[in-house]
């Protein structure tokens, strides 16, 4: 059985999140939350909190499961919508800042 978790409009990029989710696709949901409580990036954060919330998920879904039997199925981080801002430049012009922002996908199964 399959439980889900998204997380929608996250603002860090999603080149810099993909980095972390690379690092715990497949692994154990018990030996993944180790990792990313050991990881120095500013995604990882964002990522545990997906990833308790789709263990958590599994067990509203299924009473009986056992989170040592969950692992990562799959993880994935797609582009979301960017923010458009602008910052004042020499000579009256100005220049575009991009802020972009990220969909988190994170699908557990036993």
């Not at 080149?15 to 990882?44: H, P, W």
């Not at 308790?52 to 009473?63: K, R, Y």
């Amino acid at each position: 059985m399959e439980s889900k978790a998204v997380a929608k409009h996250v603002r860090i990029s999603a080149r810099k999140a993909r980095l972390v989710a690379n690092e715990i696709r497949g692994y154990d949901y018990l030996e993944a939350k180790d990792i990313l409580n050991f990881t120095n990036k500013r995604a990882s954060g964002i990522i545990l909190k997906l990833l308790d919330s789709a263990a958590a998920n599994a067990m509203v879904a299924d009473p009986n499961i056992d989170e040592t039997e969950l692992y990562v199925k799959k993880i994935y981080v797609d582009d979301g919508p960017i923010m458009k801002r602008y910052r004042a430049r020499a000579r009256g012009r100005a220049a575009r800042i991009r802020k972009r922002l990220s969909h988190i996908t994170v699908v557990l199964s036993n």
